[in-house]
Structures are given as structure tokens and as C-alpha cells.
């Protein structure tokens, strides 16, 4: 199961740098279509597995890389309780494991509540410079017919700011 049509998406991006860490605020503007709740009614297990960069812009080479986070979000629907189980992690630490039985609730743990995340604690930036960060979307089940060596994101989105300090 893939994300819709990549023009169809949008995956909203807002860094707010704050006495020596980068909070990171995103939303995907994703739909739940039928294909996708079809798959969370059966059972099995929805995964949107969110790679955050933070990025330093490069005039003369590629941007470089300052820092990395893995947020995972799922969500599982138990057919005999009829409960949506949900879980966050963040680099494999489990933030928020909770059940609800709005669909709502555990769509929106998968796709909208992504606010002031403090991911880059502690990342020295330079005065003056410009970064952006970086976050790209990949969602579990796929079906896809041709299996390729590398995997593409569902969806990416940038946001820009320069360090004034």
C-alpha cells in the first residue's frame, strides 16, 4: 500500500530553532482513502516510517548532513475488540502507545500530530547560516508490482530557516 498520487500530498514542514535545539513541527495532508483503511480493518499493521534531517545549505559541494531522526508511527486495528492500537518511537524509543476506537484519532497519530518534536538537542549551528530540514515518508504495506534496488519517499517536505543567534 503506497500514499496516493505524490501531487495529491503535501507533507508540511516547520523548524523553530530554540536555545540550542531544533524543534520540529510536520503534518502530511494525507486522506485516509479506502485502500488504506481496507488495510487497517484487516488487521494488519500500518506503518509510516518518518526519516527528519537536519540539513546545513552548501554553495560549493552537497548540502552536508548535520543530523538524523527515525520517528515510526503505526497503527493496528484489533477486529475483536475493535480498538485502534497506536504507538509513536522516536530512534526505536517508544514516545506514546495508547488504544482508541475513533478512526480518526489513530489516523491522525499517523499523519498530523507531529508538533515541536525536540529531535536535534544539543546540535551546535553556525550564526548566520542556512539549513532547512528535511523530512521524508514511507508507508508500509506496499504493493507495487516492480520491486526496485532502492525505495523512493511517498512524500517529502522542506522547511527553511537561518540561525540568527
Same mark, same amino acid.
Given at each position: ?22 524543534? @520540529? ?5 494525507? &486522506?485516509? /482513502? ?7 480493518? =484487516?488487521? !494488519? %499493521? ?43 518511537? @522516536? ?5 506514546? &502507545?495508547? /488504544? ?7 489516523? =491522525?497519530? !499517523? %499523519? ?43 512524500? @517529502? ?9
Amino acid at each position: 500500500m503506497a500514499l496516493v498520487a505524490q501531487s495529491a500530498q503535501t507533507l508540511q514542514v516547520i523548524p523553530l530553532p530554540r536555545d540550542g535545539e531544533v524543534l @520540529v513541527s510536520f503534518k502530511l495532508e494525507e &486522506a485516509l /482513502t479506502d485502500e488504506i483503511r481496507s488495510a487497517i480493518q =484487516s488487521g !494488519l %499493521t500500518v506503518k509510516f516510517v518518518y526519516t527528519v534531517e537536519l540539513r546545513r545549505k552548501s554553495a560549493a559541494w552537497f548540502d552536508r548532513k548535520e543530523a538524523e531522526a527515525t520517528i515510526l508511527a503505526q497503527v493496528k486495528y484489533d477486529t475483536l475488540t475493535r480498538q485502534y492500537q497506536y504507538s509513536r518511537a @522516536v530512534d526505536g524509543r517508544t514516545q506514546v &502507545a495508547d /488504544t482508541t476506537g475513533s478512526e480518526e484519532v489513530a489516523w =491522525s497519530n !499517523l %499523519t498530523q500530530d507531529f508538533t515541536r518534536l525536540s529531535l536535534f538537542r544539543g546540535v551546535s549551528l553556525e550564526p548566520n547560516a542556512e539549513y532547512y530540514v528535511r523530512v521524508t515518508v514511507n508507508s508500509s504495506p506496499r504493493n507495487s508490482v516492480f520491486v526496485w534496488p532502492w525505495r523512493a519517499a511517498d512524500a @517529502v517536505g522542506l522547511g527553511k530557516f537561518t540561525f540568527v543567534r
